[in-house]
């Protein structure tokens, strides 16, 4: 079974203050790692897509990686607009239709004080 | 404008009153999907749809029927609905090709109470 661990659940920063998110993942085989962004009350925002380890994107103050067993999300400089949920989500290779099932993290609640 | 519509936004409603939410893509994707979202539980996938007359099923699809008739609507029943499908549910849609999914494109939810 496809598992998504990420951590911390919750993450206090100052502005300016860089920090990581993490996201661990044990599937059969990965097809594709997303990052979503969501704002309370709100549907998820799609930040990035990632292949193959070593993938690496960028998107103003944000950057996520990938390695072969977990993918960070990177926050530089954060600005208080920058508080979110942050989610990660997998789809596995390897499922007994089309592999278009997605297990998603609980998520890191990102609260960015200015 | 892109986007995925859902209706009601909000509902209440009593134990075994059949309910249907709607769901409604303007970008002509071929993938669409439910999840439900509760605290502690995460983003929970109910059902997808790879395209017209093709669905299966997610993580947790007991107590809740999919129909895919046209490409733009999917349409999530709950025809005897219980307290435990309590919750706040969202609508996706994708381009997917060769059971490839990029990325998703998400409705503004429903939150759903049973009493």
């Known amino acids: 079974e496809d598992q998504v661990t990420q951590s911390p659940e919750a993450l206090r920063l100052q502005e300016g203050e860089s920090s990581s998110l993490n996201c661990s993942y044990t599937?059969?085989?990965?097809?594709?790692l997303f990052w979503y962004r969501q704002d309370p009350g709100k549907g998820p925002e799609f930040l990035f897509t990632?292949?193959?380890a070593g993938e690496e994107k960028e998107k103003e103050r944000l950057k996520a990686t990938l390695t072969k067993k977990e993918s960070f999300l990177h926050i530089t400089a954060p600005k208080p607009e920058d508080s979110a949920t942050y989610l990660c989500?997998?789809?596995?290779?390897?499922?007994?239709?089309?592999?278009?099932?997605?297990?998603f993290g609980e998520g890191t609640q990102l609260t960015v004080n200015p | 404008e892109a986007q995925v519509t859902q209706n009601p936004r909000y509902l209440i409603t009593v134990t075994g009153k059949k309910l249907t939410v709607t769901c409604s893509q303007n970008?002509?994707?071929?993938?669409m999907s439910w999840y439900r979202q509760d605290p502690g539980l995460g983003l929970r996938q109910i059902y997808y749809s790879m395209n017209v007359e093709v669905t299966d099923k997610g993580d947790v699809p007991e107590g809740y029927k999919v129909s895919r008739k046209e490409k733009r609507n999917f349409p999530l029943i709950l025809e005897s609905p219980s307290p435990n499908q309590t919750s706040l549910y969202f609508c996706?849609?994708?381009?997917?090709?060769?059971?490839?999914?990029?990325?998703?494109?998400f409705g503004p939810g429903t939150r759903l109470t049973v009493t």
């Open positions: 970008m002509n994707h071929e993938y």
């Open positions: 599937v059969s085989g990965l097809r594709g």
């Open positions: 996706a849609s994708s381009v997917g090709t060769g059971g490839k999914m990029y990325e998703q494109y």
């Open positions: 990632l292949y193959s």
């Open positions: 989500a997998v789809q596995a290779w390897g499922r007994e239709t089309s592999g278009s099932r997605l297990t």
